[in-house]
């Protein structure tokens, strides 16, 4: 037993060497070479003949990813679990091969609508089945170190996105094929470890309710929803705003960065969420109408549109990780429903952007936009209140030691779990039960649960006592 806990502490060792730079490197280059995402495939639109087979080849990867994601849900839902092993070692090498078909095709040229849909189909599995082999590895992050990891992933596919474009064709696929193998292989480069912790989530998962499912990934799925239709009804008409698009998502991931860094009481995503998206929305209305931006509108009006949506997608992508870290539900439930969401969004965006008018897909994108922000406002104003009054209730620092030393001695003597100490530290500090299920990305029952049980083991009846117990020590 002594030689496997050690086995298994050099291993994690390992892990937190690489983690810092290689995960965050195979992140950016999975980003670089998802053949589902319109702003991965627009950079190659600059290279004469892509724009021939791109659009069957995109929607042939959103069916498919579609399919593998559906699929994903049911066997969630039956409380099975896919190893990571196997998805990464499938996953990857399906990928790197639709990806290698991919370069052909940009290389070569249309070659058929049969050879197209094939290649398109091999692309959405293995970008489903990567997809859900990463968030495995990013369940392990809480949201402070996704949203750092996610973002200078960001910041560094927006960098690819632009040496894609303007580099020569054979440059260009030279890059691209790299970025696929270095996003295939980096998952192999981290033990299989999250695989019991999965079937742990798989096992609660089952024991919580869909509506409460829904009710903690409402803010990103939505802000995921709004994205992908967007970008996919935008991704024919904004290929000469690409640059635009790759500055505006360089610059809101770098923000993200700094934020990221920044040692605050409570996670940052959701004040974001309700207060810079919807900022971001409205100023993007108010500078023009959206109609004429996409139909030759100027740069900056470009510019707040893609800003606000790289904001929103590079929150979402963190908050999904900070979900599944939580440990409610599987990461394959979480992001298999994602996967569904991005997939149906996209081919809806992609469908109508092949039928409907410039100033028509204007009009859409402001319908769209003014929807999110009324939204996000509206989930601003529900939480504001409970948010001021929490914050009345809290301990002082009086007494021996700090008020988390005495929690930290209580939750050792009285053995509460990580996550009831968690809660009792949030709880000393003054935060409300319904604050505490935004703050830790899980369900208001869940956190009923864990406060039941700590109070259970504590002796505790009521905040009151718990309160006097924490100052006794």
Partial sequence: MHSSNKVASKSDGREARLRPSVLTIGLAALFSTLLIFSGAMTSFLAHEGVSDFISLYARSALVSVLVVAILVVGASLAGKNLPIKVLSGVGGVIHLVACAFFCYLVLMGDQGAAFTCFGGAASGIGCGLLCLTWGK??????LSGALLNVAVASCSAAIIYACIMIAPTLASVGVFMVCAAVAA????????????????????QRGSSLPAFFGVVAEPAFGLLVFAFIMGLTCYTYMEWYSDYLLASFFASSILVVLAFLRLKKPIVRPLYRNVIPLLAIIMLAVSSMSKAVAGGSAAEMFCMFLLYSFAATLTIATLCAIAHASEFSSDFIYSIALVLFAAASLIGLSLSEILSGETIGIA????????????????????????????????????????DRCDSLSSEHALTERESEILVLLAQGHASAELSEMLFISPNTVRTHIHNMYRKLGVASREELFQLIRSR
């Fill in 365 to 404: 994108v402001t319908v769209v936009t003014t929807v999110y922000a009324a939204v996000m406002l509206v989930a601003r104003s529900m939480h504001s209140g409970d948010d001021s009054a929490a914050a009345e209730n809290g301990l002082d620092e009086g007494g021996s030691g700090t008020m988390r």
């Fill in 185 to 204: 292989v980096t998952p192999s480069l981290f033990g299989g470890g999250s695989d019991g912790a999965a079937e742990a989530r798989a096992r609660g």
């Fill in 137 to 142: 590895l990013f369940s392990r992050f809480s």
